[in-house]
């Protein structure tokens, strides 16, 4: 994820991201970036790439409330960023520190994610999840959708029941 121009925007995104904001419900985006610590791109490219994404939102009308990123993995080679974090998904700390930031009930949240480990978080804090990309998750509670903008209107009916 290091790069700009690595940046691929997936075709309704932008536009499920507004109808949550519409909405009125907080969002967040939650990252493993372990190439920090593995030394492909720094933390300064991790924020260039945010700002990138940020800026196409704005674009159409939507916007993330809250990004977190995790740096840290024990098999790093930049010393600082070398070791075992709670914040590294699964684990639950950028879930508890999007909490905290943004006032959730982490057990009436929503996990999208396209990785076993997005899927394993939300089990971790309680939350709905659905899983995105090809194929399914198979576990109860893990809705399967080909994408952000399909799975949008299925999570925006269950929260604003």
């Known amino acids: 994820m290091g790069s700009v121009e690595r940046v691929e925007f997936i075709p309704g995104a932008a536009e499920a991201i507004a109808a949550f904001n519409q909405a009125g419900i907080p969002v967040a985006v939650v990252t493993n970036q372990s190439g920090v610590a593995r030394g492909y791109y720094g933390i300064s490219d991790v924020d260039a790439v945010h700002d990138h ?14 990004y977190l990123f995790c740096p840290y993995h024990p098999d790093g080679v930049v010393e600082r960023y070398v070791r075992r974090s709670e914040d590294r998904k699964p684990g ?8 905290a930031a943004l006032n959730l009930d982490l057990g009436a949240s929503w996990v999208v994610g396209d990785r076993p480990e997005d899927m394993e978080l939300a089990a971790g804090i309680g939350a709905s999840a659905v899983y995105v990309g090809s194929g399914s998750y198979d576990r109860p509670g893990v809705w399967s959708y080909a994408s952000l903008a399909a799975a949008a209107p299925f999570i925006l009916e269950r929260i604003t029941q």
Request: glycine share 18%.
């Open 53 to 66: 994404i940020a800026g196409w939102l704005a674009g159409h009308g939507a916007w993330i409330d809250l």
């Open 92 to 99: 639950l700390g950028m879930a508890r520190a999007a909490a």
